[in-house]
């Protein structure tokens, strides 16, 4: 993939060669290491609201990385949705996530993107390398529910892992928790970036802090929140 500075739409930003526009120059992401709160953009917890007034909410409340997650949408959609994201996160210096969609995460010029096992060992790839082209193509995230897995988008060079479900969550009701047995397992030998994730709130969180988490990932407990801004703060405050 050949990329050319050139000026775009909106201000400045990359194309494809070819002239297809790549998206805004990425900037401002603070490490992963350094990211605590991993937030969402859920379509399937929209409840009437705009994706661009939610991320604008995370944001506000101090989410790190802000992901798009559309799992019923076209990649078209998706690329949409992100490029009405992506001006938010980059003013407010959070890394904006694709969830699924390499392809989009690429063309919009994302932070990252995340896959699952399915997406990425399961489509017969073995390290990142194999999707990432450049150094300066996007972070790649991976699900993980068993330490084998763990050790092996280790292995995959993944940028960081998550770890989960740690309990059961209404975002992914067929997947079975992997308790708080993994997180404990995770914080004792996984020495990349790792975030807990699956039905973490504001009553639990002491607990998954406690066996070693220190970056979390929260879905509906903020987006099921009358004010997103607020929640986020309460979980900020929590990981510290």
């Known amino acids: 993939m050949v990329l050319r500075s050139d000026p775009v739409e909106g201000g400045i930003g990359w194309r494809l060669a070819g002239g297809r526009k790549a998206g805004i120059v990425a ?14 953009v859920d379509t399937a917890y929209l409840h009437g609201r705009a994706p661009a007034e939610i991320a604008r909410e995370l944001c506000a409340g101090g989410a790190d990385l802000i992901q798009l997650r559309a799992k019923n949408a076209s990649a078209e959609e998706v690329r949409r949705i992100a490029c009405e994201i992506l001006p ?19 063309q919009v010029g994302a932070d990252v993107c995340h896959l699952g096992q399915e997406d990425f060992f399961d489509a017969g790839r073995q390290h990142v390398s194999e999707l990432r082209a450049s150094a300066d193509g996007p972070r790649i995230g991976l699900s993980t529910h068993a330490p ?26 067929g997947a079975k928790p992997v308790t708080l047995e993994y997180v404990r397992w995770a914080a004792a030998h996984i020495q990349m970036p790792w975030f807990a994730i699956g039905g973490i709130n ?9 066996a070693g988490a220190r970056r979390i990932c929260v ?22």
């Open 88 to 106: 938010i996160t980059r003013a407010a210096g959070a890394g904006l996530v694709i969830n699924d969609h390499f392809a989009v995460a690429v």
């Open 219 to 240: 879905v509906s407990a903020i987006l099921n929140s009358p004010d997103i801004a607020e929640a986020c703060r309460a979980f900020r405050q929590k990981i510290g």
């Open 202 to 210: 504001l009553s639990n969180i002491d607990e998954v802090l406690a």
């Open 27 to 40: 900037a401002g992401m603070k490490p992963l290491a350094d990211c605590r709160l991993y937030a969402f």
């Open 148 to 173: 084998g897995q763990a050790q092996r988008a280790v292995e995959a060079g993944a940028d960081y892992i998550a770890i989960g479900p740690v309990y059961a969550t209404g975002t992914k009701p």
